[in-house]
């Protein structure tokens, strides 16, 4: 810290950089940046973990333990019928309920003022956003490798192959990413974390439990039914059931679920990053 | 890159014209003229709610005013927001540091995305650390930092890409004097290096600390500016305190005040409750003549002390009337903490 240097307003920049432009390379390197600092929170906080590691375990042992013998029955098996058609369904609503943190997430940095010294510095806007995203998805990841190692113990049968198995995870990962642009956006929009669990929790049950991730919807009534054919989280779990148990098409579920995640990200990613570069 | 720099040494770091941002029917800033030089302090004082936050926040481009024009290096605040973004810093209120990062992870971070090497940031991370003495500290989380280190660790994380022109927001609002001072010693230590600084501050002890010159809002407008020491003498400078050992010697001692006819000493008055003498001074030289003059004639003092005058005093002696937060009454009239969760409340609103 040499007088000179602070003295001197006209500190020599990158030649080219004086008009503030912010290149791909800049980008790059401030969403790496950024990244590392999520994951610092997620180290020095490791409680903030528990929802990703603890999630699946309860899921899975309620829904097995508690349903499975009669669910499985229905199915025309026993428990076990019932596992192999619960798990591709849990590995489907898995993002749903990370991205919810999101928005939560995105909340309360803004409240804690730390969003004003990103706002002030010359980095790209969007890096903040797509950071988390990027955060977020590795969150998910995780969550799905104890779901599926948990499977596993509990007697899950793939009827595939790995290829298949790693199939279904990538699509639901890439369907979950997108959804964090929708809870960012909310959490942009929303005054305190508080209420954006709350909005977040009333989009999130009638989503997951009026789909095809807990029980067949054949055996729902008409309208119930209709109701789940456009839940992207049927098709999703659908997708994610003809990949792990090779039954029923593969092509038309993994083509809609591609399409909603496609159209979720082209809509709400920049909506979030406009409203994150107009938020005062 | 040459307009980066004002050209000359003695040119304006910062210029506002006509400034004016306004939340609905709340004029938060309503037509602020203001210049800082290159290399000083220009402070600008006023009360909760005067538009002191909003008028840094347009500054420093979180906020896009609805008129009026501002540079800042030679960079227009709505034209030129990127490149103005390289050449401040900003401590505030709210413009703040990850608590759930340690120190040395938060200034890391920022060198990392004010585009240092990992080896340059690391660097630059432990010089601000010994520097502002939070190297002991380095490894904890903000969160966990006393709010006097809370501060440092802000000014460092404000300092990190060298900016040409800080903003400091109420550096000290919320600390107590000890950590106070300190903050003050680190404002003045980046002075001497050279650093422009916009202060903004309730306290008109801290506009004297620090600041070449001054600025004072009230309700969005300018109401008085200059330096220093021509508002203090506007405003009537300070006033001294004396004990008596005695009381009984209070009345005698302002006799012997107003007899002696010092050189501009008038006004002297009695305090009976506290038990002092208030002597309203402008210089040292008159305070070393009054106490002089009052043990030639045998008195004996048991304490002296002087105090600046206080914002509302300030206030009372440019405009003739109290604060607009003492005065209007109605919604305005609350307490101060509660003023602070309005202003809040006001900046919120999306532009």
Redesign the interface.
């Given at each position: 810290?040499?007088?000179?240097?602070?003295?001197?307003?006209?500190?020599?920049?990158?030649?080219g950089?004086?008009?503030?432009?912010?290149g791909l390379r800049?980008h790059l390197?401030?969403t790496?940046?950024?990244v590392?600092?999520n994951a610092?929170?997620i180290k020095?906080?490791p409680e903030s973990m528990f929802d990703a590691l603890l999630m699946p375990i309860v899921f899975t042992l309620l829904f097995v333990y508690v349903f499975g013998g009669a669910m499985g029955g229905s199915l025309g098996g026993d428990r076990s019928a019932y596992v192999n058609y619960i798990i591709p369904g849990l590995l489907a609503m898995g993002g749903l309920n990370i991205a919810m943190s999101v928005g939560s997430g995105v909340n309360d940095d803004f409240n804690?003022?730390?969003m004003?010294?990103?706002?002030?510095?010359?980095?790209a806007r969007s890096s903040v956003l797509t950071a988390k995203m990027l955060v977020e998805s590795g969150r998910m990841l995780v969550s799905t490798v104890i779901l599926l190692v948990l499977a596993f113990l509990i007697g899950f049968d793939l009827k595939t192959g790995p290829l298949e198995l790693l199939a279904a995870v990538a699509l639901a990962l890439l369907f979950g990413s997108s959804l964090t642009w929708i809870f960012m956006l909310l959490g942009l929009t929303m005054k305190t974390p508080q209420a954006v669990q709350g909005v977040g929790f009333m989009v999130l049950m009638p989503l997951q439990f009026g789909s095809s991730i807990f029980a067949p919807p054949t055996t729902m009534p008409g309208w119930m039914e209709a109701f789940t054919k456009v839940n992207p989280l049927s098709n999703l779990a659908d997708a994610a059931r003809a990949l792990m148990n090779g039954q029923g098409a593969v092509a038309q579920p993994v083509l809609i679920t591609l399409a909603w995640t496609a159209g979720i990200t082209l809509v709400f990613a920049p909506l979030a990053v406009a409203k994150f570069r107009?938020?005062? | 890159?040459?307009?980066?720099?004002?050209s000359n040494g003695a040119g304006n770091?910062v210029e506002v014209r006509g400034l004016v941002k306004h939340f609905g029917e709340v004029k938060a800033v309503d037509g602020v003229d203001l210049d800082v030089r290159?290399?000083t302090v220009l402070g600008v004082l006023g009360p909760n709610g005067a538009g002191k936050t909003t008028l840094v926040?347009c500054l420093?481009?979180?906020?896009v005013p609805d008129a009026g024009t501002a540079t800042v290096?030679g960079f227009d605040v709505v034209r030129?927001?990127?490149?103005?973004?390289?050449?401040?810093g900003?401590t505030?209120?709210?413009?703040?540091?990850?608590?759930?990062?340690?120190g040395r992870?938060n200034l890391y971070?920022?060198g990392?995305?004010?585009?240092l090497s990992r080896k340059d940031a690391r660097a630059r991370a432990d010089?601000?650390l010994e520097?502002f003495s939070l190297t002991e500290a380095a490894g904890r989380?903000a969160a966990k930092y006393s709010g006097g280190m809370r501060r440092r660790l802000d000014l460092a994380?404000?300092?990190i890409?060298?900016p040409?022109?800080l903003y400091l927001d109420e550096p000290t609002t919320g600390l107590d004097p000890r950590t106070r001072n300190e903050v003050w010693d680190e404002v003045r230590s980046?002075v001497?290096?050279?650093?422009?600084v916009l202060l903004t501050t309730q306290y008109m002890e801290e506009a004297e600390q620090l600041a070449h010159e001054l600025t004072v809002i009230d309700r969005g407008r300018v109401i008085a500016e200059g330096e220093v020491d021509e508002l203090k003498t506007k405003v009537g400078g300070r006033t001294l305190q004396i004990r008596p050992a005695q009381a009984a010697e209070l009345d005698r001692m302002v006799g012997a005040i107003a007899q002696a006819g010092l050189d501009g000493i008038a006004g002297a008055t009695a305090d009976h409750e506290d038990g002092v003498v208030n002597v309203p001074i402008v210089s040292d030289e008159q305070l070393s003549a009054v106490v002089g003059m009052l043990g030639e004639r045998g008195f004996t003092i048991s304490g002296i002390n002087t105090h600046l005058p206080s914002l509302d005093e300030v206030f009372l002696a440019i405009t003739g009337q109290k604060t607009s937060e003492a005065a209007d009454g109605g919604p305005q009239d609350g307490p101060r903490d509660q003023q602070d969760v309005q202003d809040k409340q006001y900046?919120?609103?999306?532009?």
């Open positions: 810290m040499s007088a000179a240097t602070v003295a001197a307003p006209g500190k020599p920049q990158r030649p950089a004086d008009e503030g432009r912010i800049a390197r401030h790496s940046a950024l590392r600092r610092m929170q020095n906080d804690k003022g730390v004003d010294r990103f706002r002030t510095m010359p980095i107009k938020k005062t | 890159m040459t307009r980066k720099t004002t770091a290159e290399g926040r420093s481009t979180l906020l290096a030129q927001p990127r490149a103005l973004r390289r050449t401040i900003l505030g209120q709210y413009a703040s540091v990850d608590e759930k990062l340690s992870e971070m920022i990392r995305l004010l585009d010089e601000l520097r989380a994380a404000s300092m890409g060298r040409a022109v980046m001497r290096d050279g650093a422009t900046e919120e609103v999306p532009a």
